[in-house]
Structure formats: structure tokens, C-alpha cells
């Protein structure tokens, strides 16, 4: 493939274009070293239409230092200051701005020549980068769910006022989005939403007394990073899914219906009027749904495995069991109750799998947790971002004082 350096091209108007034909795509990650953000790397390796902007991360400032080099972007931003200090120093000989904190987040966000933000940051923090995003006129390519779960009631407006698009990262999100090209949003009868069942599927509570860490760890289909494997295992993960794809696609959650496929072959479907089931299927790769969103409504070419027919012998389908798994129970509750309180579930369970990622809970204390957390909460009706973050801190306090 013909190889461009970022000096070659020739910049126009917010978006960079090669001279050969095709234009460049310049994208900005917050989470570049995590999970999501260096597999949205390896697509940018192999697209050499993309060009890498801005990039971020918490404190991995060895692999970003590698990142920067590699694909020289103009700005690269860090959580502390200190860390910034010796990042600005590593790089001492390239121009590249490097920032930090909140600020420096949304400075990556809305960095001015970037056509797409890829949120590829864990947790409520990337609600403030997202917005100022938006604001921007930044489409994004959304992975951070929890933002979407505590502010969609925001964003989701937003963005049709900024008119930018939001397109979905995460599998399934994406498997919805694939198979609603082509229909009409008013035939839409329900969303089948798939989940594996994580690792710890038909075991019982008396069993999930004991399970450890590493038990927990174990994903049986996708490699993800820590804080989602866990959200996978309690199902919380899947309930999270289920308050993503009410905001994402309009749908209320009576039609939103999850399905346990162990195999991750079914990625999601849609169920239309005519009892017609459209549905995306693939083997488990996070890249194909990175990668459908940075460069949609078009398919490119991805290397890697594909489902082999011959070999398929059945595709599973279970039903998801809510009485162990809690997580999907509290979601449907949070939805219901609405305004703060799925804050207030998403702000317990990332408090509870920190607890528990450092190993001071146990397993099922993480359901105990969210449930005296929403229990004790009064809900806020339409809250604004200053109150979500106060939520999330009073909920953040609570844990701290209690755990
Ligand atoms: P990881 O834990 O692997 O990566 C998180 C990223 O966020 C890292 O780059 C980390 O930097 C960065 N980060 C953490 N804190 C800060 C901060 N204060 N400022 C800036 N950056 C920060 O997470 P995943 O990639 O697994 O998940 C990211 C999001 O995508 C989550 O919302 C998850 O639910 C969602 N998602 C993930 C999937 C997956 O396959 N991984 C699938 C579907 C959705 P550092 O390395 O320095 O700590
Ligand atoms: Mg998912």
C-alpha cells in the first residue's frame, strides 16, 4: 500500500487529503493505550488514510512515548502533571504539545484538525472529553459506555444539535447498527442483545461465594481490559449494554431483549415488524466494529479469522440467568427509576470493581454494593452534568466510608 508521511499532505479545511484521491481521516483516541485504543492503532497501521492527531492515556507514558513516535501525532495529553513533565522530556525531540488533567482531555477532544474522537477511556471520566467533543463538531466513535449510560439523556440530544454522529464501538452496539442499514427506525420490533455469559455462566450463587480474581479474569471469548472483563462476569456489562442501546438506537427497554449466545458468533440482531431477524455475525474481533465506525457506511478489508462454515456445527442460544447475575436486574431497575439512578448504578459497580480488582471484596460483594447504593438514592430527574458528577461522588464517599 502507497505510504504518505504527515509532512506530504496537504491540509484542507479540517481534513487532510493525500492528492492520490482519497481523503484522510484524522482521528483522536482518549484511552490510546488501553484495549480499544491500541487495537484502534492497529487499524490505523494498516489504513494508511487515517492520520493520528491527538492521543491519550492515564499514566502508561512508556507505551504512549511509543505511540507518539510511531505515529507522530500533533498532541498527546496524560492524567498528572508529573507525568506530563517526563513525557515532555521523552519527547524532547519532536514537536509534539503534550498536556494533562482534564483540561489537557479536552483539549484532545476537541482538537482542532481531528474529524473523529474515539473514546476509548474507561469510565465516567470521558463524559466531560465527549461532550466538549460534541461541541466541537467531532463525530464520535463510542466505546465508553458508562458515558452514555450516565448522559445519554444529554449527549444523544447533543449531538443531533451539533449534528455529529455517534457511532458504536462496542460489538454489539455495532452488530445493531450493521444490521439497521437499510430499514426503517419506525419497523423495528425489538433488539435481540447478545451476551457470552462471561465466565462464570451456569454457575450458581453458592459457587460465585467462592470465585477469585483471576477466575474472574477469565474471559472465555474477548480480550478486554480489567474493569470490563469484571462488568462481564457480574453482567453488569450487559446491563450497562442494555441503558446504551435505549439511548443509541430510541428503543424502549421492554424491546430490548438479551440473549446469551456463549459462542460470541452472534455479535446482536434485529427483530422487524415482519418477525424478520437481521443480525451481524463474525468471529470475535473487536476491530471489525473500531473499524466499521471510523470508517462508515464503508467496509474495508480486515485481516484476521473468519467464521468457517464447515466447522459451525450449532450456534447456542440460552436464556441469560438474572436471578444469580444481578447486573441486568439492576439495569432494568435503574431505567426504570431513570434520571440519577443509573449514575448511581454505574458509579457503584466502577467503585466496587476497583474494590474488587484490588482485592478488597469479595465477588458477590459487588451486587451488595450496587444494591444498598440504589436503595439509598433519591433520584434527580433530568440531571444536569454537575449533578451527575456530584452523584457519582456521593456514591464514590458512600462506598469509601462503608467498604
Ligand atoms: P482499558 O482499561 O484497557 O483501557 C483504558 C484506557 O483509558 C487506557 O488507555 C488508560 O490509560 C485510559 N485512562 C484511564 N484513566 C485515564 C485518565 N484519567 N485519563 C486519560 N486516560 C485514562 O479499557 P478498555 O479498552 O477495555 O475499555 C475502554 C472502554 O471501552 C470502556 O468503557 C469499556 O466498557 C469499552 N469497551 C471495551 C471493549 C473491549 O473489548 N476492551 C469492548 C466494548 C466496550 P492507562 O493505560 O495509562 O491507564
Ligand atoms: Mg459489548
Known sequence: MLYISFKQYIQH??????????????????????????????????????????????????????????????????????????LKLALADMDITV???????????????????????????????????????????????????????????????????????????????????????????????????????????????????????????????????????????KGLEVIEAKWLFHVPPENIQVVVQPQSIIHSMVEYKDGAVIAQLGTPDMKLPIQYALFYPDRRYLAGDRLDFEKLTSIAIEKPDMDTFLGLRFAYEAIEKGGSMPTVLNAANEKAVSLFLSEKIRFLDIYEIIRECMDRHRVIENPDIDSILETEKCVYDYIESRW
Request: aromatic residues 4%; glycine residues 12%; proline residues 3%.
Open 13 to 86: 479545511g479540517g481534513c487532510l487529503h493525500n492528492g492520490k484521491g482519497y481523503d484522510m481521516k484524522n482521528v483522536a483516541i482518549i484511552g490510546s493505550t488501553g484495549s480499544i485504543g491500541t487495537q484502534t492503532l492497529e487499524i490505523a497501521r494498516a489504513n494508511k488514510d487515517i492520520n493520528i492527531c491527538a492521543l491519550s492515556c492515564g499514566s502508561n507514558i512508556e507505551l504512549i512515548e511509543k505511540q507518539a513516535r510511531e505515529f507522530k501525532p500533533d498532541i498527546v495529553g496524560v492524567w498528572s502533571r508529573e507525568d506530563a513533565g517526563r
Open 99 to 237: 498536556v494533562w488533567g482534564m483540561d489537557g482531555l479536552i483539549q484532545i477532544a476537541e482538537y482542532k484538525t481531528s474529524d473523529i474522537l474515539v473514546t476509548a477511556i474507561v469510565g465516567m471520566i470521558g463524559i466531560r472529553p465527549t461532550i466538549a467533543a460534541i461541541k466541537a463538531g467531532k463525530d464520535i466513535a463510542l466505546a465508553n459506555k458508562e458515558t452514555l449510560v450516565t448522559a445519554g439523556h444529554i449527549i444523544m440530544p447533543l449531538a443531533g444539535e451539533c449534528g455529529v454522529s455517534i457511532l458504536p464501538v462496542d460489538s454489539e452496539h455495532s452488530a445493531i447498527f450493521q444490521s439497521l442499514q437499510g430499514n426503517k427506525h419506525g419497523d423495528i420490533a425489538k433488539i435481540l442483545l447478545t451476551a457470552s455469559g462471561g465466565p462464570f455462566r451456569g454457575k450458581d450463587r453458592e459457587f460465585l461465594k467462592n470465585v477469585t480474581l483471576s477466575d474472574a479474569l477469565k474471559h472465555p471469548n474477548w480480550s478486554m481490559g480489567r474493569k470490563i472483563t469484571i462488568d462481564s462476569a457480574t453482567m453488569v456489562n
